[in-house]
């Protein structure tokens, strides 16, 4: 094809991951999840399998502690569709969320009240631990829960210096983590993780290496996604897609072909920021 991109989807090789929030299962988390007597797990409606994180869900399960996953960014999805997923039987007890939108506030503060109660917690203040992977939401999900004033509360013996307590209300304590995701996860060695996390947000757009071969996965599992959003014939190819759209945007190299990345990074930014639905 006359003027066409002179790029290919090629298999690119190990490239650096690592964004500052990425932490991957510190000992902080650890220390929260072994003083909290309920844990949160942030998810992303779109994305709920991959940001489970299995290996704290199994730490969390082994002491005893109680899980509420918080299915956020559900204004991102068709609920319908969401609410017939079978990975939902999985999940439960879980709460449908959305920062954005402020959907299921108040359902959710009434359930931390009442395991709260049920459980019966014994020491002064009831401690609720939040964790998630980075970019699911986790700390707009604080701010709506703690009144959008994450105030820090005095210090208390206890408590690792690290732990951030923001006050939930005069009885309970919400604990904040770093964002985290499986110690087994390491996309500086794995293609397979550097394109789950680049598709997750994990990795923003602006740090992706190769953001062509992340496009490439998106779009080859959302068939016809890409097409309808940005209104372009691609013949399947997501190589015409690129291009055409690059094209359309007028982002051309220096001799006239496509800037692929640039356009690249377009499309994973609008996909990571939910625009592409």
């Given at each position: 094809?006359?003027?066409?991109?002179?790029?290919?989807?090629?298999?690119?090789?190990?490239?650096?991951?690592?964004?500052?929030?990425?932490?991957?299962?510190?000992?902080?988390?650890?220390e929260?999840?072994?003083?909290?007597?309920?844990?949160?797990?942030?998810?992303?409606?779109?994305?709920l399998?991959?940001?489970?994180?299995?290996?704290?869900?199994?730490?969390?399960?082994?002491?005893?502690?109680?899980?509420?996953?918080?299915?956020?960014?559900?204004?991102?999805?068709?609920?319908?569709n969401?609410?017939?997923?079978?990975?939902?039987?999985?999940?439960?007890?879980?709460?449908?969320?959305?920062?954005?939108?402020?959907?299921?506030?108040?359902?959710?503060?009434?359930?931390?009240?009442?395991?709260?109660k049920?459980?019966g917690?014994?020491?002064?203040?009831?401690h609720?631990?939040?964790i998630?992977?980075?970019?699911?939401?986790?700390?707009?999900?604080?701010?709506?829960?703690?009144?959008?004033?994450?105030?820090?509360?005095?210090?208390?013996?206890?408590?690792?210096?690290?732990?951030?307590?923001?006050r939930?209300?005069?009885?309970?304590l919400?604990?904040?983590?770093?964002?985290?995701i499986?110690?087994?996860?390491?996309?500086?060695?794995?293609?397979?993780d550097l394109?789950?996390?680049?598709?997750?947000?994990?990795?923003?757009?602006?740090?992706?290496?190769?953001?062509?071969?992340i496009?490439?996965?998106?779009?080859?599992?959302?068939?016809?996604?890409?097409?309808?959003?940005?209104?372009?014939?691609?013949?399947?190819?997501?190589?015409?897609?690129?291009?055409?759209?690059g094209?359309?945007?007028?982002?051309?190299?220096?001799?006239?072909?496509?800037?692929?990345?640039?356009?690249?990074?377009?499309?994973?930014?609008?996909?990571?920021?939910?625009?592409?639905?």
């Amino acid at each position: 094809m006359a003027g066409r991109a002179t790029y290919s989807m090629r298999k690119h090789g190990p490239t650096d991951s690592h964004n500052q929030h990425r932490i991957a299962f510190p000992k902080l988390v650890n220390e929260v999840i072994r003083i909290s007597d309920i844990i949160l797990q942030v998810l992303d409606a779109r994305f709920l399998q991959e940001t489970r994180n299995l290996e704290l869900e199994k730490l969390i399960k082994t002491q005893g502690k109680f899980l509420i996953n918080v299915i956020n960014k559900t204004d991102l999805v068709d609920i319908y569709n969401l609410q017939k997923n079978p990975a939902l039987s999985s999940l439960w007890p879980y709460v449908i969320f959305s920062c954005s939108k402020r959907i299921g506030l108040g359902k959710l503060r009434e359930r931390i009240k009442i395991e709260v109660k049920r459980f019966g917690v014994k020491h002064s203040k009831a401690h609720v631990g939040v964790i998630g992977y980075p970019n699911t939401g986790k700390s707009a999900l604080i701010n709506l829960l703690a009144g959008g004033s994450r105030a820090r509360t005095s210090p208390e013996a206890g408590f690792s210096k690290g732990i951030q307590k923001i006050r939930f209300n005069k009885d309970i304590l919400i604990l904040d983590t770093p964002g985290v995701i499986p110690s087994k996860e390491n996309a500086n060695i794995s293609s397979i993780d550097l394109k789950k996390h680049a598709e997750i947000g994990v990795k923003t757009y602006d740090k992706v290496r190769n953001p062509d071969f992340i496009v490439l996965g998106i779009f080859q599992k959302n068939p016809g996604l890409f097409e309808r959003y940005y209104k372009i014939e691609t013949e399947g190819d997501v190589e015409i897609f690129l291009d055409n759209l690059g094209k359309r945007r007028k982002l051309y190299k220096n001799g006239g072909n496509v800037d692929v990345d640039r356009i690249a990074r377009i499309v994973l930014r609008d996909w990571q920021e939910g625009k592409i639905k």
